[in-house]
């Protein structure tokens, strides 16, 4: 399958968002409302990426043909990596292929065992029944961290989802159950075989070290690991202008994603990315979506 988009249209004029969730994982809109959004907020392209599970693809594919855009079939693979978790997104994937699929499940297992535990963690600190609120949350979808804290703010127990995580749900807290996601290369490899680009989530937003760092780029590319996200709606301007460097020296392709959630969340907006800076070479460059350039166009078999 590989190239999932449903039109061609000219590639300057499109807007590029590969980085999105819905309430398959930790989003609050179904796949088809994320779309139509979306496409109001002037995305030609957009990837749904959810945590570890692509069931939404088909209903997003379904709308985004409706309205005319491009949907990138995507996910968000949850990594542990020298103890450190990290998030390798996936694009242009076969969401059918069968080593991706078995790897996801693997993962929404350890999900289903982890979020009892959050439960029982929490309960510890007197905190009644969060297994289920969180559950009641995710609608019948599978349970992440964001349900628990979208639960803790509802209760009054918080006033947002960073006091949320900062108090309960991050590395140390109350409620933090230490996680054994996939390997870096195993998540590489399930993306690559299932026909994708294998692309460093966020990177601004981890905390290892510099030398640690490096060398989880340097792991990542002897892997197969394509891109990293230059622009995302969780860097700063600073963070964005960093990692188009970094992409440009090692040879990355670069890709730029909101990492938006819902319309509720502040930090993750739609459609007000700013533009790759000049000298990134975008993740897209190769895809059909992007549409001929009119240089292009006279050079096929067609015209
Ligand atoms: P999980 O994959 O279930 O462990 O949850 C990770 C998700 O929680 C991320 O994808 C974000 O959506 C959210 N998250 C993590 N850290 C924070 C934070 N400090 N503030 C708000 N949301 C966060
Ligand atoms: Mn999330
Ligand atoms: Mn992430
Ligand atoms: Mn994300």
Redesign the pocket.
Known sequence: MGNTCANSVSASALRYDLHS?SIRS?GTLTPADLVTRAHAAGIGVLALTD?DVTDGIGEALFTANQLGMSLIAGV?I?VTWQGH?V?IVGLNIDTTHVLLQQGLARLRAF?EWRAVEIGRRLQKKRIDKAYEGARRLAQGEIV???HF?RFLMDQGYVRG??Q???QF??RGKPGYVP?QWAELSEAVTWIRSAGGRAVVAHPGRYTMKPGELREFFDTFQECGGEAIEVISGSHTAEANRHYALLAQERGFLASVGS?F?GPEKTWMTLGRLPALPDGCIPVWRDWECSGLRTEDSALSPQS
């Open positions: 969730h930790d945590h968000e949850s978790t998030h999900r992440g961290r964001m804290a989802h960073q949320a995580f900062r749900l991050a996680a990492d959630h």
